[in-house]
């Protein structure tokens, strides 16, 4: 690690070095991503998870879950927020997460009871790119707010 050449898998395949900082800001938000297209097809196609992830349980409340952590810890670490105090911060990074969430919850609940109920396909499919729109709208907003400190 000393010779600077700690992490050239990670390097190589696009991934930041695990230190603290980027397992609380990267890699944690990475997972609740993860844990967030998971939630998606959850709401829009629950009988494909189930197949996929596991037919005997319902893993609504664990991705939900992760996805909150994985958003706050996302908005905890950004640095338009640094000058904040911690308790507050961490109050508006939960809210942030939980808002996030489970407005995208309902938004696709809403979103699947209009979907055709015979197409699966089409809600899968709506769910996906309708959370990647989210995703990205959400991150463009931050990086605008954080430009507006430097």
């Known amino acids: 690690m000393a010779d600077g050449k700690a992490c050239t898998l990670c390097d190589k395949i696009g991934l930041k070095p695990f230190t603290k900082e980027n397992i609380y ?9 993860a844990s ?46 640094k000058a904040v105090p911690n308790g507050k911060r961490g109050l508006y990074a939960m809210l942030g ?21 015979d197409k699966a396909a089409v809600a899968t499919i709506a769910g996906l790119a309708t959370g990647a729109v989210i995703v990205k709208v959400g991150k463009d907003y931050f990086e605008d707010v954080d430009k507006q400190i430097k």
């Open 97 to 117: 997460g939980g808002l996030w969430a489970m407005g995208s919850v309902l938004f696709w609940a809403v979103l699947k009871s209009v979907c055709p109920s």
């Open 36 to 81: 967030y297209g998971a939630l998606s097809l959850n709401v829009m196609n629950p009988s494909l998870v189930s197949k996929v992830l596991s037919p005997r349980k319902d893993l609504t409340n664990a991705l939900l879950l992760s996805s909150v952590v994985g958003a706050a810890f996302y908005i905890y670490g950004r640095p338009a927020l």
């Open 25 to 33: 800001y990267y890699y944690i938000p990475i997972h609740g991503l």
